[in-house]
Nanobody, 128 residues
């Protein structure tokens, strides 16, 4: 059974950090592109970062470039999103997603329509 489970969300003060995890079962993450998205109430889903299969090319949206880092632990079959210098506008539900075949080795995007499997989300609230 294919499953993605996010964790690590919570309440953090502006300027703080959080690390989100996306644990996978049913497939091997290193073989597929993985991305992180978020959605705030009343707003469209926003693609944040992705990592490709194999050699692990990464991509970041302008809104998180330099603050967020996506990484993958192949031994744990888990992808992470390290979030630093958090701002109130980062408040949202965060989702990880996986793109199934066919894939292009090493490539990834943050277009939601390309992703086939989604986690249930984890809430991040940035507030003082």
């Amino acid at each position: 059974q294919v499953q993605l489970v996010e964790s690590g969300g919570g309440l953090v003060q502006p300027g703080g950090s959080l690390r989100l995890s996306c644990a996978a079962s049913g497939f091997t993450l290193r073989n597929y592109p993985i991305a992180w998205f978020r959605q705030a109430p009343g707003k469209e889903r926003e693609g944040l970062a992705c990592v490709g299969s194999g050699a692990s090319n990464t991509y970041y949206s302008d809104s998180v470039q330099g603050r967020f880092t996506i990484s993958r632990d192949n031994a744990k079959n888990t992808v992470y999103l390290q979030m630093n210098s958090l701002k109130s506008e980062d408040t949202a539900a965060y989702y990880c997603a996986l793109k199934g075949p066919p894939i292009r080795l090493g490539a990834c995007s943050v277009s939601a329509y390309e992703y086939d499997y989604w986690g249930q989300g984890t809430q991040v609230t940035v507030s003082s």
